[in-house]
């Protein structure tokens, strides 16, 4: 009889190779989570904020405002406003943001100017409109309260709205159209950080996005020295 072959024992893997693959899987497992977290928050930025303030790479026009020379791409500028480069006491441009409804692009139309020929929206809240206020108080977006203007000093058919917890208020006066129909117009005023002021005009259903408003203006601003 042929002797029988001994039955070896299966191999037993290293303790210390059985540790290290469990370590490169949990690592590579940790960096797919962090790569697919790091992509949603991306897409949700995005999502609540809209696209970034594209990088200037179009054809620019270099003003200079108060002593401060602005590069500002041509498509920037307001319909009318010429093309041309050298002093300037005020510049007109429009902008499109993500401030409408689900981010929406919205039309924002900014004249800078210089700082000292302007008072901010939230220095007037105190100093002229509140002596205007009506005692009824108007329903509108969440964070701000609205108060319609006594029709008295060219304030008839106008309204103020502002956040009343912040010490640096959002404030906007809005005008309803005459005809009644489509939203209201709005200006407000505020003053830079470079002796410039900037006077938005925008439409009213711009005003429940109105937390994201100077953080968008920010992102465009200072891409082309104003801020």
Known sequence: MRPTPAILPPAKAEP???AFNLGAIMLIVA?????LAWGLEALLQRDRHGAMAPAVTDATVTRTLVGRDLKI???WLRGGDEKS????????????LPLGKAGSLKPIEVTLIPQSQARSSASLLDGVYLHQFMPNELAGPLGLVGKPLYGTEGYEGETVWYDALSSDPFVTKCVA???????SRCLRTVSLTAGIAAVY????????AWRNFDPEMKKWLGQIGAL
Do not use: Y
Not at 177 to 183: C, E, L, N
Not at 201 to 208: E, G, K, N, T
């Open 201 to 208: 005009a925008f439409d009213s259903d711009v005003l429940p």
């Open 85 to 96: 480069g050298g002093f300037t006491a005020e510049i007109d441009l429009e902008l499109n």
């Open 73 to 75: 791409p041509v498509s």
């Open 16 to 18: 210390h190779s059985l």
């Open 31 to 35: 960096m797919v989570v962090l790569a």
């Open 177 to 183: 159209p005459a005809d009644g129909r489509g939203p």
